[in-house]
Each structure stands twice: as C-alpha cells, then as structure tokens.
C-alpha cells in the first residue's frame, strides 16, 4: 500500500454512476478493448472511454448496465478515440476486469461518497 490518502483527496475525485447507452468493438486499441459511451445524466450528459474489459463483457450485452466511472480526470487520446471518463473495475483472480456498478438501480450522476 502506498502512503495513506487523505478524505481531500478522496473528495477531489469525482465518481458518478452511469448507464451504458453504446458500446463497440475497438479493434485499434493494442490491447483488446471497448468503446463505451455512459450516460451519467444531467449537466454530465453522455461520455466516451475505452475499457480492457473484452474477457468477461461482449459489447452488445453492456448496453443498459449501469457502471461506475471517474468523470474528472482529463480525457486521454486511446488510438485516435477520446476517452473522457475511467470506468472503474477490479481483478480477477486471472487479472481480468470485472466492472464496479451499483448493487441496485440508481439515478444516473449519483455520486459516490
């Protein structure tokens, strides 16, 4: 573990909930990945990022699952598409990501705390 994090710290990322609303194959990316496209609602509205996610989500059976995602880190060109959002994720035991999402349905923006 690295040094302790302070609750500013934590307070200075902003972590929402949001719905898949597009998701497609992106075979540019090096690594096996897909585009998503979240809907975080309100001013938010809808963002773009590129996930490794490809071992346990196809891109037509994402649509509609709600994720978390930080939505203020600055956006990163990822073979030649803006990813503006991280959506989050934790390992498997083999390294592969499975998401981070709400247990039940929440307003789309909701921000973690």
């Known amino acids: ?3 302790p994090a302070t609750i500013d710290d934590f307070n ?5 909930a949001g719905t898949i609303v597009d998701a497609q194959p ?3 990316a090096r ?5 998503l496209w979240v809907d ?3 001013t ?6 590129a996930a ?4 346990h989500y196809a891109p037509d059976r994402l649509i509609g699952h709600q ?9 990163r060109r990822i073979a030649g598409f803006e990813s503006e959002v991280l959506v989050l994720g934790v390992p498997d035991e083999s390294g592969a990501v499975v998401l981070l999402k709400p247990d039940l349905r929440v307003p789309d923006g909701g921000r973690m705390f």
């Open 44 to 49: 938010i509205g809808v963002k773009r990022s």
């Open 67 to 75: 994720v978390m995602a930080v939505v203020n880190f600055p956006p």
């Open 31 to 35: 690594k096996p990945s897909i585009r």
């Open 26 to 28: 992106f075979p540019e």
């Open 1 to 3: 573990m690295d040094t």
């Open 12 to 16: 200075r990322l902003d972590i929402r």
């Open 52 to 55: 490794q996610i490809t071992v």
């Open 40 to 42: 975080f609602g309100g």
